[in-house]
């Protein structure tokens, strides 16, 4: 039986909601929605059950939510715009920013960074400076290449700063940024949702509009210019829209592997098609079960071994794409 | 209809150039020239993705460098010979992208968009390829998937480079056919530029020739010039 577009769509949809039941039940007690309701309506602060899920089960959650579905577009947008399955949301170098700036933070001491800040603020400094320098470039470089090459050596001048950094600073730091770069769910706060939020439905606006450049992209950048595509703008408006996502999760997250990569590749092979309104919904809901998934496993072996959410989804993730890539060949 | 007069081509230094040339609808035009000489020069040159050097030139009675994208993207619209590998899109989804001008903003076609599509799949004779993968059909395939594309774009120009450069014997005269064709039924102006020069000949299309020696374009209406002549002017 072949399934249409939006039967698959929906039938993603519905792993959605047992998901996230999963994710936010795993721990110590058993919830309720009664307390769910409370802790986000009517909060309060002795009863330790809606601490526990005020701060730390709902924005675990809600950050899932946005990092799985926004790497996983910003991947999707970084493969059409360069026409190759291998590029990624970090393939232009905007993490490293992130990155650098933590190490900073995290590593250096200079109290600029340290104590004004926290690490999440300098992380999103970072990825701001950075995400600018390279829509800088992308206003006058013509050519992809050269833009996608310019991002790969900022990601490696960042990377051999990173390590000059590194091999100055003590074990304890060292430790508290290896952590970082393994990313994990347990960083942010409810009080910063407001502001994430606004960054991330922004980004979903300005998505809309790129919906049909994008399906013309598919077939080269000439032949949708020949289709009254305005390409150069929408080269700078996908990688805005890229900039601002993965900015805003890898500050607040660490870089989280995999996900943006694999999942708009996944959605490409389950669903057949390149039409860019059926890919983005797909990789967004793809991307929410499967970081979800990951950071699901990553909390139910929580008390045996301390696992990063970084080795999870690709621990999971790599057997799990070969095994579509094989199915799917044959 | 395209109107060129006293128009200079080329990239950075001038390659030829062109006196007076009107390109009328329902004709089929074929650019013969050496390897080098501004073929694909000109053909950018028309579709907008270079400006001439010295001159304008009209589409439709309007200055090309006056058309925005849309506009253009309306008027003239341009097939390279080798068409793009792309994985998971269908040869109706392929063709449909022809009418992306005419689109909604997420680039949704309706009722008769899909119409037009199917329309000129037949008039390819390829309705039987609608859903297949466009890596799954042959080159000649391809070369007809993409003129299908140009004409559901609706517009007045259709622009080929090299259109059978990849084709073997049979597709050539097939896809040569097929454009004149197209030429009479759409009531269009096709302009194709070919190395093929016995096939052309015997097609009796205008042909538009690139002189060696004195770096003019030079027309010659179907039958006006026998093939050693041309031999002698392009080469």
Known sequence: MVLTSKVKLFILLLCVPVIVCLHICVGEFDLNLELIQQSLFDFNPTDTNQVILRDFRIPRLLIGVIAGSGLAISGLLMQTLFNNPLAGPYILGINSGASLFAAFSIMTGVTFFSSQFGTITSALLGAFIFGLIIL?????????????????????????LIT?????????????????????????????????LLFYFFALILLIFTVKPLNALVIGESQAALLGIPVRFIRILLIFITAILTGLITAYCGPIAFVGIAVPNVVKLLFKTQNHIVLILGSM???????????????????????????????????FVIFIIIKKLA | MILLNNVEIGYDKMLFEIDCLTLIKGKVYTLIGANGKGKTT??????????????????????????TRGERSKRITFVPSKQVDVDFL????????????????????????????????????????????????????????????????????????????FLDYSNRINVFELLKEIAIKLNKVILFSSHDIDSILELKTELLLLNQHSKKMEFYSANTISKTDLIKIAF
């Not at chain 1, 992308?138 to 960042?158: A, D, E």
């Not at chain 2, 297949?132 to 059909?137: K, R, V």
Request: hydrophobic share 50%.
């Open chain 2, 90 to 165: 269908r040869v109706k989804d392929f063709v449909a992208l022809g009418r992306t001008p005419y689109t909604n903003l997420i680039g949704m076609c309706n009722s008769s968009d899909y119409l037009k599509v199917v329309s000129s799949l037949e008039l390819l004779k390829i309705s039987h390829l609608k859903d297949c993968f466009l890596n799954q059909i042959s080159d000649g395939e391809k070369q007809l998937a993409a003129i299908s594309k140009a004409i559901v774009q609706d517009t007045d120009v259709i622009i080929l480079d090299e259109p059978t450069a």
């Open chain 1, 285 to 319: 809901i793809f991307g929410v079960i499967f970081l979800l998934f990951s950071d699901w496993l990553v909390q139910l072996l929580w008390s045996s071994i301390h696992l990063p959410i970084n080795a999870v989804t690709s621990l999971i993730g790599a057997p």
């Open chain 1, 136 to 160: 800088g470039f992308s206003l006058f470089v013509r050519s992809k290449i050269s833009l996608l090459l310019i991002g790969v050596m900022l990601g490696s001048f960042s990377g051999a």
């Open chain 1, 164 to 196: 000059v950094i590194q091999s100055m600073s003590d074990a304890f730091q060292l430790k508290k940024f290896t952590i970082w770069t393994m990313g994990s769910l347990q960083q942010v706060s409810f009080d910063e949702f407001p502001i994430i």
């Open chain 2, 42 to 67: 000109f053909l950018k040159t028309l579709v907008g993705e270079l400006a001439p050097l010295k001159g304008v030139f009209s589409i439709d009675a309007l200055k090309s460098v006056d058309l």
